[in-house]
């Protein structure tokens, strides 16, 4: 059963680069698009974007000028870099196989504080 | 943005009793080309990541219970858990694929009365 697990700086600094890889076991890897979705502690989900093997990446334009994601299919890899982090911007960060009929990975928490 | 918009934001029903979600889009997400509806339902449990139960706003995906039913199409879609259950306790949130940005809508709490 495929896994998503992603991993990276738990606690950041403002104005500081996050930075998450995820790792994806099992499963076709290039056949899918591959998504980042955000959850504010208790509070409900923003979907940050999706990126395909074939380079089509689509961000949420309120994040755009921050984002960056990558893959890497070598290695069943995602990653997603967000510069000049804010409070505002601590979460439980996912990473998912869709969109569609999303598989859910397992979120990491990044806190940004002084 | 497609807003989603979910009722009620919370709700309490007794063991058994059914229970059902509302999901009202601003816009249409039914793809005219292939007749689909680009909705999706999740549930989430306290600490834990969300688990995907419909998808096509009416296809329940493998391994989950068929006391969990989606309806709807264009812009009104509805959740029904026919015969609620105590591990259904949680927050359940619709999601739009239609079009990007994707949307979710603000999520519903369930409880057991």
């Known amino acids: 059963q495929m896994q998503l697990q992603p991993w990276g700086a738990g606690l950041l600094k403002p104005s500081e680069t996050l930075s998450l890889t995820c790792a994806v076991s099992s499963g076709s890897f290039s056949a899918y698009y591959w998504s980042w979705i955000r959850q504010p502690p208790g509070k409900g989900l923003e979907w940050i974007g999706e990126i395909n093997h074939s380079g089509t990446i689509n961000f949420n334009p309120s994040l755009k000028s921050r984002v960056t994601m990558s893959l890497d299919t070598s290695k069943s890899q995602l990653s997603l870099n967000l510069r000049s982090v804010t409070a505002a911007d601590t979460a439980v960060y996912y990473c998912a196989r869709g969109p569609g009929r999303l598989r859910w990975g397992q979120g990491i928490l990044v806190t940004v504080s002084s | 943005d497609i807003v989603l918009t979910q009722s009620p934001d919370s709700l309490a029903a007794s063991l058994g009793e059914r229970a059902t979600i509302t999901c009202k889009s601003s816009?249409?997400?039914?793809?005219?080309?292939?007749?689909?509806?680009?909705l999706s339902w999740h549930q989430q449990k306290p600490g834990q990541p969300p688990r995907l139960l419909i998808y096509w706003a009416s296809t329940r995906d493998s391994g989950v219970p068929d006391r969990f039913s989606g309806s709807g199409s264009g812009t009104d879609f509805t959740l029904t858990i026919s015969s609620l259950q105590a591990e259904d306790v949680a927050v359940y949130y619709c999601?739009?694929?239609?079009?990007?940005?994707?949307?979710f809508g603000q999520g519903t709490k369930l409880e057991i009365k």
């Open positions: 816009q249409s997400i039914l793809y005219s080309s292939n007749n689909l509806n680009y």
């Open positions: 999601h739009q694929y239609y079009t990007t940005p994707y949307t």
